[in-house]
């Protein structure tokens, strides 16, 4: 008895240090939840606050002194020099140049409207079977057929959208079947082809027959066609009915600010989209510059009509200014394959510079010859806008001055001799890069125009759905009319502040 209780008292301090442990770590583990579960003090970051005073009171003693520490951004602290201005402008280039490279998050859903054949197949097939016929020419002695070329751009959208999507190559942009599922309405409708091959009364009366086809659908009424786009890429085309059709989003060559071709508020960069012109020659790629460049002599270089209206009287004056220089060729042009050829041999083989002068519109088909020859752009056009000025920048590939340096004598001469080697280098380097921007192609390819023309309009579609939504709720009565006034044309001309500031 006396032996088994003395074993008692020798195990019980081992019981009692067990005891002490096993509670120790519980209260441990108890210590451990409260101190997750419940903040530490008021003062904890991720303590929600919702009220004004409460929220300044603790910003103004726990964070605003951290404000005057030195800062870890490169914040402007004072003037910058224009030297800082181009450097962010390049590394901002760059940093846009490999997002360009990388596929599109959101395809944009475009429904394609299924036309009666008058107003697509019938008009191609009207193309085809007349192209060849050479005499068909425009008042001023253009070809027609090769008019339609330039303008063709409805064509290779509507070829891209249509095709399998087992041969489509682009991420921009999908077709969708069902009318709920579409951002956006294409109407495959060739205006172009219309007005030109079409006899007058003929052309109006099939423009009203589609603007009553386009305009009876359920999707144009409940938008007021604010996402429809409509290809009118000529600015003669689709003229005597498009002003019942200006809220839709037109793909145009420019945005002509004298009133010739589009009426004040018609026509805006928030709402529409440039295209750039079919190219009428050949592409010189990479290896076409190298090989070219010991016989590029020519140091600027013009082919075609000098007589022009609105802006395009600036050829006249540059022709005039030009005429004989060394090194500079100022010709007029003649129609017909024979004047290709030959403007197509001074771009591509023998030539610098090409000069872009303004034509009867801001732009002209001769900027994009131009940079697919891998000729330097000389652009004299103060009202121009651009395709695609979102993604592409086209100080990189063209030199861009105002008609009122251009006119002066000696000074477009003397400004392009003054451009260093390695300036005009990088220039072509530029040109061999961006041409495949301006290449419609079959089928299409990714960063080619059809991609970029997606690209672009898909940072419209909030703005789209913004005025058809409030479009639908407005009441009677209200400022029914949203718009900006502001809007000022394009111009070369310098904007300094500095007489604000002074």
Not at 28 to 45: D, H, K, R
Not at 178 to 186: H, V
Not at 323 to 332: A, L, R, Y
Request: glycine share 4%.
């Amino acid at each position: 008895m006396a032996g088994k209780q003395q074993n008692h008292h020798r195990t019980l301090p081992r019981f009692r240090s067990k005891t002490i442990i096993l509670t120790l770590i519980i209260s441990s583990f108890s210590l451990l939840v409260i101190l997750f579960t419940f903040p530490s003090s008021p003062n904890q970051s991720d303590r929600t606050e919702t009220s004004f005073v409460a929220s300044l009171e603790q910003f103004l003693i726990h964070k605003a002194p951290k404000l005057n520490s030195p800062s870890r951004d490169d914040t402007a602290r004072g003037e910058k020099e224009d030297d800082d201005v181009r450097k962010l402008d390049e590394m901002v280039f760059e940093r846009e140049n490999r997002l360009l490279d990388e596929d599109p998050v959101y395809p944009v859903k475009v429904y394609v409207y299924e036309m009666p054949k008058k107003f697509t197949l019938d008009l191609l097939w009207l193309f085809h079977n007349t192209y060849k016929e050479t005499s068909n020419a425009t008042s001023n002695g253009s070809p027609v057929h090769r008019l339609i070329e330039q303008h063709s751009v409805d064509y290779w959208l509507w070829a891209d959208l249509i095709s399998p999507e087992s041969e489509r190559r682009l991420k921009s942009v999908v077709r969708v079947h069902k009318q709920e599922e579409a951002d956006l309405f294409y109407v495959p409708f060739f205006t172009t082809i219309s007005f030109f091959l079409l006899e007058k009364q003929q052309c109006k009366a099939l423009y009203r027959e589609a603007l009553k086809w386009v305009t009876d659908q359920p999707a144009w009424k409940r938008s007021e066609g604010r996402d429809h786009i409509f290809p009118i890429h000529h600015p003669w085309s689709f003229k005597t009915v498009r002003r019942y059709v200006k809220n839709a989003i037109w793909l145009l060559p420019d945005m002509d600010s004298t009133g010739n071709w589009y009426k004040p508020g018609q026509v805006s960069l928030e709402k529409d989209l440039i295209l750039p012109y079919v190219p009428n020659v050949d592409l010189c790629d990479a290896k076409c510059l190298s090989e070219s460049a010991p016989m590029r002599t020519t140091l600027l270089f013009f082919r075609g009509r000098l007589k022009r209206n609105a802006g395009g009287k600036i050829r006249a004056k540059l022709g005039s200014e030009l005429s004989g220089v060394k090194d500079v060729i100022i010709t007029e042009g003649t129609a017909g394959e024979g004047g290709k050829l030959a403007a197509q041999e001074g771009m591509r083989s023998r030539s610098l510079f090409c000069l872009c002068p303004a034509g009867d519109t801001p732009s002209s088909a001769r900027l994009f010859d131009a940079i697919v020859s891998g000729c330097i752009p000389v652009v004299v056009s103060d009202e121009l806008e651009l395709p695609f000025e979102g993604i592409l920048d086209y100080r990189k590939v063209a030199v861009i001055v105002s008609s009122s340096d251009a006119i002066q004598p000696g000074w477009l001469v003397n400004h392009l001799r003054s451009l260093l080697p390695s300036q005009v280098k990088k220039f072509q380097n530029s040109l061999a890069q961006y041409s495949r921007h301006f290449l419609y192609s079959s089928p299409a390819q990714p960063l080619g125009p059809e991609d970029l023309t997606w690209r672009m309009i898909a940072g419209k579609l909030v703005n789209i759905k913004l005025h058809t939504r409030r479009s639908q709720r407005v009441v009677n009565g209200s400022r029914s009319i949203c718009r900006c006034d502001c809007w000022r044309p394009n111009s070369t001309a310098s904007n300094s502040l500095s007489h604000l500031l002074s």
